[in-house]
């Protein structure tokens, strides 16, 4: 069993970068997918990004060439780097873990068993 502990997060303008983290304990990292979602007020929670233990990595089309999703095995932790934002991906930003997921469900939030506790970040226009 995995426990997520994230990090970073903040109030930051249009244009401006952050770093969010989210570090893994109690089990053996590499043997996990590890994404990010979000979710805006009155939202459903969204994929944004993840990585599987193979190195491949996904992102949703929102957010591809501004958000990177990296993870460092030797910390047990994944990271999200955002650049560019824009106040549309204000949201509360969650990690997730899973052990098991298949290829065509790593976009299901559904689908993912482990689960960080959450943090906001807000985009000033």
């Known amino acids: 069993q995995v426990q997520l502990v994230q990090s970073g997060g903040g109030l930051v303008q249009a244009g401006d970068s952050l770093r969010l983290s989210c570090a893994a304990s109690?089990?053996?990292?590499?043997?996990?997918?590890m994404a990010w979602f979000r979710q805006a007020p009155g939202k459903e929670r969204e994929f944004v990004a993840a990585?599987?233990?193979?190195?491949?990595?996904y992102y949703a089309d929102s957010v591809k060439g501004r958000f990177t999703i990296s993870r460092g095995d030797s910390k047990s932790t994944v990271y999200l780097q955002m650049d560019t934002l824009k106040p549309e991906d204000t949201a509360v930003y969650y990690c997730?873990?899973?052990?098991?997921?298949?290829?065509?469900?790593?976009?299901?939030?559904?689908?993912?068993?482990?689960w960080g506790q959450g943090t906001q970040v807000t985009v000033s226009s």
């Open positions: 990585s599987r233990n193979t190195g491949h990595t």
């Open positions: 109690g089990d053996t990292f590499r043997n996990y997918a």
């Open positions: 997730a873990a899973d052990r098991g997921i298949i290829l065509s469900s790593i976009r299901n939030p559904t689908m993912y068993d482990h």
